[in-house]
């Protein structure tokens, strides 16, 4: 089902609650001084938890952005959950994204997998296979498979996935969120045609990652 987008994300309603009940209190009773700390962690939390909705563009092959955040890999490897030759994508986040994840196609989930790990930096490569993440293999309609993984960051400490196997997916439709710090890898099939480039800037579900080859 696709979240209705109520502008600041439900993963971040208690903590700008307890955070707001805070800065009210410590303000009225000790006064704006003491208070003027969190009213910045206030207004963190409200630019981290931020959920603005995005229009997905039209070009059925396009391989959307599943995050917000900055293209730090754009490499052909091998995909570790496919065992197959594949490009890999991959979108960093920083605490000022946006921390929603969306799909990056129409796509039925045919398995998910959870692994424990460690909490390195997110932006290095090796936290790819050393971090905790949260892998969902998707297939389209058209029999092409991309694998889609949130990996935890130094900082994120906690991995949301709201799907499992058997659920359908549209492109842009939100599934989960990471919390604080942290990257989304895609390996696609390796015919496929990247359409960003090492250092780029994207937006979820607004931004095309690569373009995959119709077949058939």
Known sequence: ????????????????????????????????????????????????????????????????SPADGRIVAVERVRDPYLEREALKISVFMNVFNVHANRSPVDGAVKRRWYHAGSFLNAALDKASLENERNALWLQTAGGQDVTCVQVAGLVARRILCYVDQGASLERGQRYGFIRFGSRVDVYLPPDAEPKAALGDKVYATESILARLKAHG
């Open 1 to 64: 089902m696709n979240y209705p987008h109520p502008i600041i994300a439900r993963e971040g309603w208690t903590f700008l609650g307890t955070a707001l009940v805070l800065a009210f209190a410590i303000h009225f009773f000790l006064g704006l001084l003491w208070a003027l700390p969190f009213w910045a962690a206030t207004l963190f939390i409200l630019q981290f938890f931020r959920d603005p909705a995005r229009v997905a563009p039209e070009d059925p092959q396009a391989v959307l």
